[in-house]
T-cell receptor
Framework: ETGVTQTPRHLVMGMTNKKSLKCEQH?????MYWYKQSAKKPLELMFV???????ENNSVPSRFSPECPNSSHLFLHLHTLQPEDSALYLC??????????????FGPGTRLTVL | LAKTTQPISMDSYEGQEVNITCSHN???????ITWYQQFPSQGPRFIIQ???TKVTNEVASLFIPADRKSSTLSLPRVSLSDTAVYYC???????????FGSGTRLQVQP
């Protein structure tokens, strides 16, 4: 138990569906992150959220839309995904995003399958 | 971004010391080096972090030479439960960028 929870753990969706992934951290951290982990590829940082700002990887398609209503909750809204978006989506948190190298605490991930 | 290169896999036996080396030739002055461990169906877990020379904690040591173009994670006396994928991470705070390596799959045999 890392203090970071993710729901759902598994999700199967069609390309026309709209779904959301949820992440919650109970560590009092100020920064939260979304990562994508595809088979045989390195972890890819998608978005960084902190109290001050959002930082995103410019290569992330617009069909992924993050939302961070407060410092404890993070969502990833999904719409019109493609089969190649099937992957493990990991949420993480850390004390301060300005020191991005600080220890990050990862959730268990959501295994997403796009049909 | 500093690109990292690690061996794809390594095999070891229980009780042995395991050293995993990561190359990061383009590391920047303000980059830190961090290692994570990942088990199947779990998120990565922080192991150790360093900037230069040697860092040691209760589970591992991290060796970083003066030029910082590589780093070596050392796991003393591995056990079966150390079977996992180990990631080398170079983090650049200035540009809010992270570069994970492809990971090294360590298999520990009895």
């Amino acid at each position: 138990e890392t203090g970071v929870t993710q729901t759902p753990r598994h999700l199967v969706m069609g390309m026309t569906n709209k779904k959301s992934l949820k992440c919650e951290q109970h560590l009092g951290h100020n920064a939260m992150y979304w990562y994508k982990q595809s088979a045989k590829k390195p972890l890819e940082l998608m978005f960084v959220y902190s109290l001050e700002e959002r930082v995103e990887n410019n290569s992330v398609p617009s069909r992924f839309s993050p939302e961070c209503p407060n410092s404890s909750h993070l969502f990833l809204h999904l719409h019109t995904l493609q089969p190649e978006d099937s992957a493990l989506y990991l949420c993480a948190s850390s004390q301060d995003s300005r020191a991005i190298y600080n220890e990050q605490f990862f959730g268990p991930g959501t295994r997403l399958t796009v049909l | 971004l500093a690109k990292t290169t690690q061996p794809i896999s390594m095999d070891s036996y229980e009780g042995q010391e395991v050293n995993i080396t990561c190359s990061h030739n383009n590391i920047a002055t303000n980059d830190y080096i961090t290692w994570y461990q990942q088990f199947p169906s779990q998120g990565p877990r922080f192991i150790i972090q360093g900037y230069k020379t040697k860092v040691t904690n209760e589970v591992a040591s991290l060796f970083i030479p003066a030029d910082r173009k590589s780093s070596t994670l050392s796991l003393p006396r591995v056990s079966l439960s150390d079977t996992a994928v180990y990631y080398c991470l170079v983090a650049n705070t200035g540009r809010r960028a992270l570069t994970f390596g492809s990971g090294t799959r360590l298999q520990v045999q009895p």
